[in-house]
């Protein structure tokens, strides 16, 4: 059995992005009075969220909806659902 890592696993996955809507919003404000900003840059295995001058940004395009920041955040913190119908990963291994 050929064994692969993480990233190649990854790369092998398509994504079909939905221009119009995000899955995922932020409320600023309760991220960074939460601590929950940290969290979801920390948690997020495919780094959706990452922080650019002091705000967090959600690069929703290579989520793999796996559900982590929702369960990891502060309630109310972000809104996360899966993206509409025939949006979203498309698992090629696993
Ligand atoms: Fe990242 Fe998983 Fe949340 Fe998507 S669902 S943004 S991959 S932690």
Redesign the pocket.
């Given at each position: 059995m050929k064994l692969t890592t993480i990233p190649q696993r990854l790369a092998a996955d398509s994504f079909v992005i939905d221009e119009d809507e995000s899955h995922?919003t932020v409320d600023q404000e309760l991220c960074r009075s939460t601590g929950t900003d940290k969290v979801?840059i920390a948690?997020?295995?495919?780094g959706?969220?990452q922080e650019r001058d002091g705000q967090l940004t959600v690069d929703?395009a290579?989520?793999?909806?796996?559900?982590?920041?929702?369960a990891v955040a502060a309630p109310g913190a972000i809104q996360?659902h899966y993206p509409r119908g025939g949006y979203g990963v498309n698992y090629r291994e696993g």
């Open positions: 995922i979801l948690v997020c295995p495919a959706v969220y929703y290579g989520c793999l909806e796996c559900g982590t920041c929702f996360w």
